[in-house]
């Protein structure tokens, strides 16, 4: 079983930044893919950006390419999502994510959530 429990979230302004992180306990294994997803009301839940623990390899949903930055330290078991240059439209519930394995953009193949943190970019 692994734990995650996310930080971070909030009210920005566009243009803005906030960081996101992800703290990771229990059974965690370096073969395991994290992620963030994000849901808007009305909306699928979606795959922000993902590593991969060991290799620090590296996805990201084309919308966020160049504005959003994941990152991991394997010493404090967390997973940090850096954005910046905020939209409106990223305004979302973010969440942490985890699946042992290869990279997967479905929500549906992760194994394990946080609770989730509310981000909101105001215009």
């Known amino acids: 079983q692994v734990h995650l429990v996310e930080s971070g979230g909030g009210l920005v302004q566009a243009g803005g930044s906030l960081t996101l992180s992800c703290a990771a306990s229990?059974?965690?294994?370096?073969?395991?893919?994290m992620a963030w997803f994000r849901q808007a009301p009305g909306k699928e839940r979606e795959i922000v950006a993902a590593?991969?623990?060991?290799?620090?390899?590296?996805y990201y949903t084309d919308s966020v390419k160049g504005r959003f930055t994941i990152s991991r330290d394997s010493a404090e078991n967390t997973v940090y999502l850096q954005m910046n240059s905020l939209k409106p439209e990223d305004t979302a519930v973010y969440s942490c994510?985890?699946?042992?394995?290869?990279?997967?953009?479905?929500?549906?193949?992760?194994?394990?959530w946080g609770q989730g943190t509310q981000v909101t970019v105001s215009s």
């Open positions: 994510a985890a699946r042992y394995g290869s990279l997967s953009t479905s929500y549906s193949d992760y194994d394990y």
């Open positions: 229990g059974r965690t294994s370096s073969r395991y893919f």
């Open positions: 590593i991969r623990w060991t290799l620090g390899s590296t």
